[in-house]
């Protein structure tokens, strides 16, 4: 059978499913004694953008019978990274901001302001681009998880519908959710507050000056003319909040020596892959595209036949991350494109770049950093830094990593603030459902929450499995992924037979089989031709094993 064959048969196995009866589940920790006690009642909770994370949390919460629900969404319109735009961000700043400001700098009203606070500007664009901050998505980009991987449990994709979706497919796929939740933008829904950033998150103190939940300060930005504005500030109360606000926000551009010099000598030279939007600019250029994954790969290979020369500067494997995860994608590299090792220096007077292994490029005249992103929430700023032994606990550092987080997603020392897709190496989409469901019970009293020292412990342990710090820490892939998911469906089913509640399912028994086809259609074609002589069969699938997310 080919492989395009054997893809569309295997569109046509049954999906996730959503419920099942299954037999509740006791983890090592659920049975001890010691459980959480929140300092307040949750009522009221925030949720941080209406991406397909945010929209998800939205409708699990609005099931859990909580008070008062509230979207903050910063863009438009829901999706997300899905809401292509011809508009780009910024100029990166090079080097790196500070990984607290790494995606905005918080915008407030002056110290002795009271709420609402307005201001009026005689402008819009350039003040919409910064508060909305376009999408990090290309004209051309298609999904990289197959269809029936890529989607909501509630609303699969049609059967037939093509493996690869193509960014608009996507994000006219989760305007629809959001609508059937009555949570799009045109759907005057007093829960959803679109044009809205969150500037800030704080704690909040009762008469008697106890702790009492969150103060979140929001901006909304109204366009009033072809050329005018006006922002408006205010702040609610809420007892718990939701960071739905994704991870691919702030961009990462290393520290590199020379490379200030190079990016000032030569405006417009130099840009960060959540700007690329098509190739043509690129027409006989000599083009250093740096990074090893998705974003530099697949820019390279749409800017290839365009450019008079691609080089690829890759660093060396992370070695707390498995070899394929960091290596995976420069199978699909072509094989005109000449790989470089990691920048050592860029010469700004002789226009030379210089790597690590002393070999030195001329003529390079465009530079492409798909060099990833940082974690950044500039709205939390007292959880900003860059000391464990601080207090609070810090959940953004460097930026490469978040801390202080039970299973990626609960902030131990405060665990009325919960962070979405904070992972990678895991399909988004369908976790996200767990996650969720997981914050909804928690915090309606639905299911426990072990005390704060076994929290702890068990997050010690994880960053110590895990190898330490860094960005390798949030990755899950296959096996880390199904027993994570293991994990959510036993406590939560557990939970729903003590507490009430549905009972859900894990992950579709397919999912193997269609991660398999979909990345030797994917990959396998090179990996085939350079081992033919060398593998099995059996080991050219099993190379792709740990593979289940979009991050292939
Ligand atoms: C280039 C690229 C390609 C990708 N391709 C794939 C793929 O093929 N398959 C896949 O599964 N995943 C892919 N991803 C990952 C992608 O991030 C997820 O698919 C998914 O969009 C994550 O959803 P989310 O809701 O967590 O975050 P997002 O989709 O990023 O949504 C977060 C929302 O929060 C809003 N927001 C941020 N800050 C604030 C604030 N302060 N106040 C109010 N609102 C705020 C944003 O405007 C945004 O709408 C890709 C990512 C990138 C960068
Ligand atoms: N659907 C699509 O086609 C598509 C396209 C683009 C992106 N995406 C998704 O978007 C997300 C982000 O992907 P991304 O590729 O932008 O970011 P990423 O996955 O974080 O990858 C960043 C890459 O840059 C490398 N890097 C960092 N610093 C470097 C340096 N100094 N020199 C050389 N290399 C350096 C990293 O190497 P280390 O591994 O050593 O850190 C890594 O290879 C992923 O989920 C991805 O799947 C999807």
């Not at 809401?83 to 905005?104: C, K, M, R, W």
């Not at 702030?250 to 700007?275: C, D, M, T």
């Not at 699909?332 to 030195?360: C, K």
């Amino acid at each position: 059978m080919t492989s395009r064959n054997f893809l569309v048969v295997l569109s046509l196995v049954p999906l996730l499913s959503t419920f099942a009866h299954q037999q509740p589940f006791h983890s090592e920790w659920l049975d001890q004694p010691d459980e959480y006690e929140f300092k307040w009642p949750i009522h009221k909770v925030a949720i941080i953008g209406a991406g397909v994370n945010g929209l998800i949390a939205y409708r699990e919460f609005t099931g859990a019978g909580f008070e008062q629900l509230r979207v903050f969404e910063r863009d438009d319109v829901p999706g997300g990274n899905w809401h292509y735009t011809e508009q780009t961000p910024l100029d990166a700043p090079i080097p790196n901001a500070d990984a607290s400001v790494g995606d905005f700098v918080p915008s407030l009203p002056p110290a002795e302001a009271s709420f609402p606070y307005q201001e009026n500007y005689s402008e819009w664009e350039p003040r919409w681009r910064e508060h909305r901050g376009p999408k990090p998505v290309w004209e051309s980009l298609e999904s990289n998880a197959p269809a029936p991987i890529q989607q909501i449990t509630e609303i699969p994709w049609p059967t037939g519908t093509p493996w690869h979706l193509p960014h608009r497919t996507l994000a006219r796929y989760l305007r629809a959710f959001a609508s059937f939740h009555g949570a799009n933008s045109n759907d005057a829904n007093p829960d959803i507050a679109y044009n809205t950033r969150v500037e800030l998150v704080e704690k909040r103190y009762d008469e008697a000056g106890q702790e009492h939940g969150w103060t979140v300060t929001v901006k909304r930005l109204e366009r009033t003319g072809p050329y005018s504005s006006t922002a408006i500030w205010w702040t609610e109360d809420f007892d718990a909040v939701v960071v739905a606000t994704g991870r691919y926000n702030a961009p990462n551009i290393p520290q590199i020596s020379g490379l200030k010099e190079w990016a000032e000598k030569f405006p417009g030279s130099v840009i960060h892959s959540r700007q690329y939007r098509r190739p043509e600019p690129f027409a006989n250029e000599t083009v250093l595209v740096v990074g090893g994954a998705t974003s530099a790969v697949e820019i390279t290979r749409e800017i290839n036949s365009k450019a008079l020369k691609v080089y690829q500067s890759v660093r060396a494997p992370n070695p707390y991350l498995p070899y394929e995860a960091a290596r995976l994608q420069l199978k699909r590299l072509p094989a005109n494109v000449s790989v470089v090792p990691e920048i050592r220096h860029f010469h700004s007077s002789n226009s030379s770049i210089e790597f690590a292994n002393g070999t030195v490029i001329l003529g390079v005249t465009r530079v492409i950093f798909g060099t990833g992103f940082r974690y950044s929430f500039p709205f939390l700023p007292q959880f900003n830094n860059l000391s464990d032994s601080s207090s609070p606990h810090p959940i953004v550092t460097n930026g490469t990593h978040l801390r202080s987080l039970h299973e990626d997603f609960l902030y131990i020392e405060e665990p009325t603030i919960g962070l979405l897709n904070m992972n990678w190496g895991m399909q988004s989409f369908t976790y996200a459902e767990y996650l969720s469901l997981a914050l909804a019970k928690v915090w309606s009293r639905k299911a426990v929450l072990p005390g704060q020292a076994t929290l702890w412990r068990k997050y010690e342990q994880r960053v110590a499995e895990r190898g330490g710090y860094g960005r390798h820490l949030h990755f899950l892939g296959a096996d880390r992924t199904s027993a994570m998911i293991r994990f959510f469906v036993g406590w939560l089913n557990d939970a729903a037979v003590k507490f009430g509640g549905r009972q859900i399912d894990g992950q579709s028994k397919d999912l193997p089989e269609i991660s398999a086809a979909w990345s030797r259609a994917r990959y396998a074609e090179i990996v085939v031709q350079a081992n033919a002589s060398t593998l099995g069969n059996d080991e050219r699938v099993a190379s792709f094993d740990w593979i289940h997310g979009e991050d292939w």
